[in-house]
């Protein structure tokens, strides 16, 4: 005697972009993985499903998206390499009727994600019913080969689950050493202190108007607690582009490794021929790594592949839109270079002898240091020279003559996708595609120019570092931009968000899958299987019943949506493991059960 099992089940931790992308997969894959067995999905998430957390409606309509609205789309096309059928859908813009090439607010695009969640939940047949439920997963238990059990904040009975995955997004962490060092301090001292956190959830009333305030970390974070301290207060920008001061503000002392902000988002559209990429850091170059003994090390291994793949896409562009600036034909150049190894003296005597303009040359190592050896007599000395770069570098971002930089970003899109099939290759490479490739809209430099011309912000410069001064009860900042004493003040902010650790994670759930034996890497990020992020173990086992997808695991990808066709790395992240995951449910909704 048998019987029918029970309906199939899986939960989904995480409802947010990520989550919402891997539904998608799921309804674009089950008519041909699954068909019309009966399938219980439970999404699970304290915010709102389409948007969570970071693009909730309830944040401040100030803080804009970091994208164009046709920059943005969370449906597939024929540049997405998946196995699965590929299911259009339209942009940001196409969808919401707003300018192309405007900076909708998160709000905005929060409306956006909920509708392609709700596309999604509809494009599933009526044998799925999908569940939501608003709270926290705390834990996730169950035998390797059996149903797990999930946990729930307010619930007492668990939800049950042949299959769970995870899509968290960004978690937050507790204090470093250090850190808590400082939070300390401030307490002791009636100080304000305050650690790496999304500067929406942070509670900015401790910054007094018109006192200082040193802020360490100049990425997006800074972006937007600069404008939830300025316009967020009161001030205003007049016609033409001068900052109004409502009184309420403070005085933001900004510095950093760099010292400068993320470059400007690019302000034009490509044009004329593209690249073909991949082209020296591709699929058999990965292969090629992982074919190795041992991790493949990335500064030696894996980075000059990168340098060499991001130069053919600089040079290809300059060669073949701007000849006039090289001294030989494209071919010729194209074959030298080729032949030459990566980062090799030849390599740089060729560039050298084909680009005449140093300035038309292709310097990482520069790029990550732009103010390397540069040092100013005082710090209003310093504050007229980033002005100086940060217009420069509006001007540049906005100006078709330098066009190659657009080919650098597809570029570093094509390697990031390469780089999810090798998994976590630490933290750098993270902040330095950050830097090159996603920084803030063109309008907000302006602002930020602005600001600093009204002395609403004030630049502390390269190699920033903040002391607690115990004997004057105060922070000090120093930059190596500037020599002298440092900034005092009374206040200290992280302007980034909170570094992943294994020792310090700050999701429940994601501390008691460490604690049973989840793998994790030295940047602290959850170890997955590349390939459709089954869960490892710490002894390399895959998660038969656990998937992960996202930032918080060693096989992130740059976003949860990017720009229409190029290739989406998250998407073909998302159907592999929706692929997966089908394949485990299809087994065991047909399987019987003994009596």
């Known amino acids: 005697m048998s019987l029918t099992p029970p309906r199939a089940s899986l939960v989904i931790v995480g409802a947010g972009p990520r989550g919402t992308g891997f539904l998608e997969r799921l309804a674009a894959n089950i008519p041909s993985l699954y068909g019309d067995e009966p399938l219980d999905v439970h999404l699970v998430d304290p915010y709102p499903a389409g948007g969570g957390r970071i693009w909730r409606s309830d944040q401040s309509p100030l803080l804009w998206m970091n994208s164009m609205a046709e920059d943005v789309t969370m449906f597939t096309d024929e540049t997405v390499q998946l196995e699965g059928p590929v299911r259009p859908g339209p942009t940001f813009a196409q969808w919401s009727g707003l300018d192309a090439r405007a900076f909708p607010s998160r709000r905005a695009q929060g409306e956006y994600l909920r509708w392609v969640y709700e596309d999604a939940v509809a494009a599933l047949p009526p044998t799925v019913t999908v569940h939501e439920h608003r709270t926290r997963a705390r834990r996730v238990t169950g035998p390797r080969e059996g149903r797990q059990r999930v946990w729930l904040d307010g619930r007492r009975e668990p939800l049950t689950a042949d299959l769970v995955v995870l899509t968290l997004g960004h978690l937050d962490a507790g204090l470093t050493a250090e850190q808590r060092e400082l939070a300390d301090f401030a307490d002791r001292r009636a100080l304000v202190y305050l650690p790496p956190a999304f500067a929406a959830d942070s509670d900015l009333a401790p910054l007094r108007p018109g006192e200082r305030v040193i802020v360490r970390g100049f990425g997006l974070t800074f972006i937007d607690l600069m404008t939830l301290l300025t316009e967020g207060r009161g001030g205003h920008y007049d016609a033409t582009g001068a900052y109004h001061r409502s009184g309420r503000e403070p005085v933001l002392y900004v510095g950093s490794r760099r010292g400068v902000p993320y470059h400007s988002k690019l302000g034009y559209a490509w044009q004329g021929e593209r690249p073909a ?54 071919p010729g150049f194209e074959e030298k270079y080729a032949a030459a190894d990566p980062g090799s003296p030849g390599l740089r005597a060729l560039i050298a002898a084909a680009v005449p303009d140093p300035a038309d040359r292709l310097d990482l190592e520069a790029l990550d240091h732009p103010l ?51 998994g976590d290759v630490g933290s750098w490479w993270h902040g330095f ?62 302007a980034r968000l909170p570094e992943p650790a294994a020792d310090r994670v700050g999701s429940p759930l994601l501390r008691s899958l460490y604690a049973a034996g989840a793998g994790s890497a030295a940047t602290g990020l959850l170890q997955v299987d590349p390939a459709d992020g089954r869960v490892l173990g710490r002894d390399g086992r895959a998660h038969p019943r656990r998937f992960a997808l996202g930032p918080f695991t060693v096989a992130r990808s740059a976003g949860a949506f990017t720009r229409p066709r190029t290739g989406g790395p998250a ?23 003994s009596a």
């Not at 005082?378 to 540049?396: F, I, K, W």
């Open 433 to 494: 595609f950050s830097y090159l490739a996603s920084g803030p809209p063109g309008p907000r430099l302006r602002q930020l120019l602005a600001l600093s011309e009204a002395g609403v912000v004030r630049f502390l410069g390269a190699g920033l570092t903040v002391e607690a001064d115990e004997a004057k009860a105060v922070f000090r900042a120093r930059g190596a931009s500037v020599p002298g004493k440092g900034i005092e003040a009374a206040a200290l902010v992280e």
């Open 277 to 330: 990429l991949p082209r020296y850091f591709g699929p058999a170059e990965v292969d090629a790594l992982l074919a190795r003994p041992g991790r493949p090390d990335f500064r030696r291994d894996i980075w000059p592949l990168i340098d060499k793949e991001l130069g053919f896409a600089h040079y290809h562009r300059l060669f073949t839109a701007h000849p006039e600036r090289t001294a030989l034909d494209w």
């Open 571 to 593: 998407f073909r992240q998302n159907d592999a493991t929706a692929r997966a995951a089908l394949n485990v449910l299809r087994d065991v909704a047909c399987r019987p059960l």
């Open 372 to 422: 390397d050896g540069l040092r100013f007599p005082s710090y209003e000395a310093l504050q007229d020279g980033l002005r100086g770069y940060l217009l420069a570098d509006l001007t540049r971002r906005h100006d078709l003559c330098h066009s190659a930089d657009l080919a650098v970003f597809l570029g570093l899109l094509s390697v990031y996708g390469q780089l999810l099939r090798i």
